[in-house]
């Protein structure tokens, strides 16, 4: 009897000494943070990994400043409280770039940009247009949703990435190795650009997902390396929806895009007066600083590409001038354009006139999407992936403008 409530009793020992150890396990695994795994090597990802029971995805790149093999970064902050099956991604070094790498990317940082033009997004099948393609108007000037949607396919499968006009503008180019970037460009503000249709329940604004915002956020979401983007230019009216107005303004800086002018009427500054041209360029300036201040781009998309000509005399009022006692400064202004642009690094570029191609179908005629994409395939510009350097072959040095950027030939 005794023998039995000894055995009885080491049991009941061993259970409870089981139940602490695993209670003990449970609240140490429980609280495990994540640990800093840049510039460790794979191999010891890997068994951290395993050891802590995460689901581990590698991701590749160049990088010049960390060794081959070694973590560039983790998708999970140091420091976070980690569970079983966690996903983790880690970006692992694939070493410095070199001339081999440059030349199966064909890099050259040397390349034509295309800044495309947009107007209206109408929402209606290209098949039910007049005109050719997507054009809704027989110039091209407007474009079907269901058109918009293919080119915006069209550019991603190419190879192009998105970029701000005024990352552009300031040379500041940042897509990845062997990607081109694009620049989307919309004129008027009309409210086939943003089209609000209501506010949800907690105040946000409720967007037609068939106006252009709502197309490029259906596109922000599908291909997360798209880098989707815009400059919107606007007239006094806005996007023409008085009560919604100051909120998409505000919706738009706060989620990536930019807001640019296009003068209050839409002058055309071969005609107008010097005091006109002043106050159209500055009253808007005036208008954007008094609802998103200091969030807007200083760049000017010329009415009718007017005058066309720097040397008029009222070019200088589209970049400078003074409007109810303050001064005003453009640092760009952009034409109604055929082609693409040179790159920002081109000795010919001029940010004060740059060219655009007019998003529209002409049968691969007269600068269309696919006459300016064809020409591009040969002279785009292609990334190195490194925004602070400018790649390019030999034999391109004497078009290089003085950039303050570190140069590379290959």
């Not at 060794?67 to 099956?85: L, P, R, W, Y």
Request: with cysteine.
């Amino acid at each position: 009897m005794k023998k039995l409530k000894f055995k009885n009793i080491i049991i009941s020992l061993l259970i409870i000494a089981l139940i602490i150890i695993l209670v003990f396990t449970m609240t140490k695994n429980k609280d495990k943070k994540l640990e800093d795994l840049t510039n460790k090597t794979l191999n010891e990802v890997k068994e951290y990994a395993k050891d802590n029971k995460l689901d581990l995805d590698v991701k590749y790149e160049y990088n010049k400043k960390i060794e081959k093999d070694k973590v560039i970064s983790q998708s999970i902050e140091k420091d976070t409280i980690i569970k079983n099956d966690d996903k983790l991604t880690v970006v692992v070094s694939k070493g410095k770039l070199d001339n081999k790498v440059y030349s199966e990317y064909k890099v050259n940082e040397l390349g034509n940009v295309p800044i495309m033009m947009y107007h209206r997004i109408i929402d209606m099948k290209s098949s039910d247009t007049k005109y050719t393609g997507g054009n809704v108007d027989v110039d091209g000037y407007n474009r079907t949703s269901e058109a918009f949607r293919s080119d915006l396919e069209f550019y991603y499968k190419e190879g192009y990435r998105m970029i701000r006009l005024i990352d552009y503008v300031n040379g500041d180019i940042d897509v990845d190795l062997g990607k081109s970037p694009i620049v989307l460009t919309f004129d008027d503000g009309d409210e086939s650009n943003f089209k609000v249709i209501g506010k949800n329940s907690d105040g946000s604004l409720k967007i037609d997902p068939n106006c252009a915002v709502g197309i490029l956020e259906e596109f922000k979401n599908k291909y997360k390396d798209f880098n989707v983007t815009a400059t919107f230019f606007v007239m006094d009216g806005l996007f023409g929806q008085d009560e919604y107005n100051e909120d998409i303004l505000k919706w738009l800086v706060n989620h990536g895009y930019d807001i640019g002018n296009h003068t209050k009427t839409h002058v055309n500054f071969k005609t107008a007066t010097s005091s006109s041209s002043q106050e159209e360029v500055g009253y808007i300036y005036e208008k954007l600083e008094s609802i998103i201040p200091g969030k807007y781009v200083n760049i000017i998309a010329l009415p009718y590409g007017s005058p066309g000509d720097k040397s008029h005399p009222n070019f200088k009022y589209a970049l400078n001038g003074t409007y109810n006692g303050k001064e005003y400064n453009s640092i760009s202004a952009l034409r109604v354009g055929w082609m693409s642009e040179v790159s920002p690094f081109n000795k010919n570029f001029d940010k004060t006139f740059l060219k655009r191609i007019r998003a529209y179908d002409n049968n691969g005629k007269e600068f269309d999407i696919k006459m300016s994409f064809d020409n591009l395939k040969e002279t785009k510009y292609i990334s190195d992936g490194d925004k602070d350097t400018v790649v390019i072959p030999k034999g391109k040095e004497e078009n290089l403008n003085d950039t303050k950027k570190e140069v590379i030939t290959y």
